[in-house]
């Protein structure tokens, strides 16, 4: 089936920098990803759309300046954490699909990369 | 606004005692209703995708249907590998991909 690589697993960062965290899909192209965030017991809430080849689409309440998001080729979108804040430590999973998801192309994800800020 | 309500929030159950997690949705137009698996610390794990009512889906133990306004994930005869979290998601129709998830339902199956 497809997969969906996402690295790094776990990072632990101070308090003003960056994280970059990337997602690939490794045997298929993606034209479009989906960022999402996780917090304990909470359900995943859709950060942003990211199009290859074109700005990603932001939810409503996502700093589109804070987190960056660049899907620079069919198999690779990645997702920066600029001038990081212990309030952005979270659990940031991507998920992909090769089409729209529906029955012939679900939404696959990454195992996520668990962000803390200290 | 879309929404999705799972129930219980977590389930405990003995091995081999079926049960049936609970998903209840409120969309603009259902394009369709998606089920995971999740473990901790994990992502996600796909399941079914059921697209119109009284449509069911079948994979081992588990049997996902799908009504109107909610779904369901039975499970029979459960074993200790099943623990995990099972998320519900529905994607509505309109043009965006987006899936818009519950808070999912903790299952844990005791030997």
């Given amino acids: 089936g497809a997969v ?3 690295h790094p697993s776990r990072v632990i960062c101070k308090s003003g920098t960056s994280v970059k965290i990337e997602c690939r899909s ?3 192209q993606a034209t479009t990803m989906f960022w999402y965030r996780q917090f304990p017991k909470q359900s995943l809430m859709l950060m942003a759309t990211s199009n290859e080849g074109s700005k990603a689409t932001y939810e409503q309440g996502v700093e589109k300046d804070k987190f960056l998001i660049n899907h620079a080729s069919l198999t690779l979108s990645t997702l920066t954490v600029t001038s990081a804040h212990p309030e952005d430590s979270s659990f940031y999973i991507c998920s992909a699909s090769e ?3 529906s029955y012939n192309s679900p939404l696959h ?3 996520g990369t668990r962000l803390t800020v200290t | 606004e879309d929404q999705v309500t799972q129930s219980p929030e977590a389930l405990r159950l003995q091995e081999g005692e079926s049960s049936s997690l609970n998903c209840s949705y409120t969309v603009s ?8 698996r999740q473990d901790p610390g994990k992502g996600p794990e796909f399941l079914f995708t059921l697209y ?3 449509e069911e889906k079948e994979k ?3 049997k996902a249907t799908l009504t109107k306004k ?3 994930l039975h499970i029979t005869a459960p074993k200790p590998e099943d623990s995990a979290t099972y998320l519900c998601a529905v994607q509505a129709q309109g043009g965006s991909e987006k899936l818009v998830f519950g808070k999912g339902t903790k299952l844990t199956v005791n030997p």
């Fill in chain 2, 29 to 36: 137009g259902l394009r369709g209703l998606f089920w995971y």
């Fill in chain 1, 99 to 101: 089409g729209p998801p």
């Fill in chain 1, 4 to 6: 969906v690589s996402q």
């Fill in chain 2, 52 to 54: 119109s009512a009284g």
């Fill in chain 1, 26 to 28: 490794l045997d298929f």
């Fill in chain 2, 70 to 72: 909610e779904s369901f």
């Fill in chain 2, 60 to 62: 081992e133990r588990l």
């Fill in chain 1, 109 to 111: 994800f990454g195992n």
